[in-house]
């Protein structure tokens, strides 16, 4: 069995931490001024009189002063040279050294605290913030963050007003400001703006009379606003790096994601106003990225109808206008445009009189089956859809809050088969839809879903745990007694 190596590690990036073998080492409060007063002398050698002139801070001259103050100094330094030892003999006066300076009254015994940088957070702190201010922006955010992560409160809180910690105090502040800032910067320069602003809003609350942090934090709401656009609602999913994202706007207009776009089960795609309507998203599918070419699409349709099995094919009789051969509602169909694809999702039936109609479980098997199809031609990019169902194929059983949390439950259900089904579902709502859709509703439910996420998980680990039990159990049974002779 190894010997753990001996450690010591103490912090002043708040109240003072003496931690010897990952233990906490019991200081009393006198010997704990001790530490950080020599802490703030930077490695600086202190004559006995003056740490016992700032540590002790006596209000009357005593006969035999200089004596009882030695002795008394002594007696901390051989209290924090004891508990330094427990991380191995002699450690005691290797880190707090003894020395003999020459001063005005004679040569004065005087002690110097000597530690690694690994061994003192300031020392820490300094070195990963003076790093990541040479370092590019991905490494810069590393180093700053784990700077940041060593301060626990106002350092050398034990004597953060007293005149000897002025300069450390100040030092360490300052540099606390610098990584704030540059870590705000650094999350900018790569694009995370969501990480940047709870940085800048603790900037800000810190400093509320600093202009610079109120400008930084002023940038960066317009950044997000303009990264964010019409964006209502983000919500990642626990665990799965998956965003479900609510957007006012224009399907058309969502450039970096691939499409759905609502069809009937004949697949028309000529927009006459009367088969299709022009105004309708299928009929602005062909002009907004087909150039008005609904052959183009015609193609891409023919192409994965291929494997598909039609239902039926209707006379001409009985249907004069529009496609007459039928496909099964749920079909999806991916069409390739340029480097994303338009899912072309059958959720509806086109009547002979030219009317479509759908319903709730219409709607339901044919975004279960879409899904899928996104996992396997989506190129994990995002999936922008729109509010299926509440178009001309109204779902007319369902308001607008119930169809956008079908979308929403069939999507996240579907991430327990297939985890990789897309990176971001995105929902764009038309601005005149919104004042009849309850987005809290769709908000309370992610919610729900990431909390019973977490009880499974729970759950899951007891089981494991308890199988695990009970094979230990089986094996010790099977092994019976253990005798000695």
């Known amino acids: ?4 190596t001996p450690s010591v590690r103490v912090s002043v990036l708040g109240p003072v ?12 409060p006198l010997t704990a001024r001790l530490l950080v007063r020599l802490v703030a002398a930077d490695g ?4 006995a009189r003056r740490l016992y002139r700032d540590v002790w801070q006596p209000t009357a001259e005593l006969p035999r002063q200089d004596l009882r103050g030695r002795n008394e100094v002594q007696k901390r330094i051989l209290e924090l040279r004891r508990a330094l030892d427990l991380a191995g003999p002699g450690l005691g006066a290797r880190i707090v050294r003894t020395a003999q300076l020459p001063t005005a009254r004679g040569v004065e015994s005087s002690y110097q ?11 820490e702190f300094t070195q990963l913030v003076g790093g990541a201010l040479r370092a590019a922006p991905a490494s810069a955010v590393r180093l700053l963050e784990e700077a940041l992560r060593l301060w626990r409160g106002r350092p050398l809180a034990e004597a953060h007003d007293e005149a000897f910690a002025a300069v450390a105090v100040r030092r360490l502040t300052q540099l606390r400001e610098t990584a704030l800032r540059e870590l705000i910067a650094g999350h900018s320069a790569l694009g995370r703006y969501d990480l940047a602003l709870p940085v800048a809003e603790q900037t800000a609350r810190e400093r509320p009379d600093d202009p610079e942090a109120t400008a930084a934090l002023t940038r960066l709401h317009a950044r997000l606003r303009e990264r964010h656009g019409g964006e209502l609602l983000r919500h990642t999913l626990r665990g799965l790096r998956v965003d479900v994202v609510v957007v006012r706007g224009d399907l058309f207009d969502q450039e970096d994601a691939n499409l759905v776009v609502g069809f009937s089960d004949t697949f028309d795609t000529s927009a006459d106003d009367v088969v299709i309507s022009r105004e309708s998203v299928q009929g602005q599918l062909v002009e907004r990225l087909f150039e008005g070419r609904h052959r183009l699409l015609d193609e891409g349709l023919r192409r994965g109808l291929k494997e598909v099995a039609p239902l039926a094919t209707e006379s001409v009789r009985a ?3 529009g496609r007459r051969t039928r496909y099964p509602v749920g079909t999806a169909v991916a069409v390739p445009v340029g480097a994303r694809r338009v899912f072309a999702l059958a959720y509806s039936r086109l009547g002979n009189d030219l009317r479509a109609r759908s319903a709730p479980a219409d709607l339901r098997l044919s975004l279960e089956r879409l899904w899928p199809a ?8 995002p999936v922008a859809v729109p509010l299926i169902g509440a178009g001309l194929a109204r779902v007319v059983e369902l308001d607008r809050t119930q169809l956008l949390l079908l979308i929403v439950e069939t999507f996240t259900a579907s991430l327990r088969e297939d985890p990789a089904v897309s990176p971001e579902l995105r929902v764009v709502i038309r601005a005149d839809e919104l004042e009849r859709t309850d987005l809290s509703a769709v908000e309370a439910f992610l919610r729900d879903l990431d909390e019973g996420r977490d009880l499974d998980e729970r759950r899951d680990l007891d089981e494991r745990r308890d199988l695990d039990e009970r094979r230990d159990l089986d094996e010790r049974s099977a092994i019976g007694p253990t005798h000695t002779s």
């Not at 069995?1 to 753990?4: A, H, S, V």
């Not at 605290?113 to 020392?123: F, M």
């Not at 996104?374 to 990019?381: E, I, S, T, W, Y």
């Open 1 to 4: 069995m190894e010997t753990p």
């Open 17 to 28: 931490r003496l931690r010897v073998n990952g233990e906490d080492a019991h200081l009393t």
């Open 44 to 47: 600086e050698a202190v004559p």
């Open 113 to 123: 605290l000597v530690l690694a940088t690994e061994e003192l957070d300031s020392a």
């Open 319 to 321: 249907k004069r206008r």
């Open 374 to 381: 996104v996992a396997v031609h989506g190129l994990f990019k």
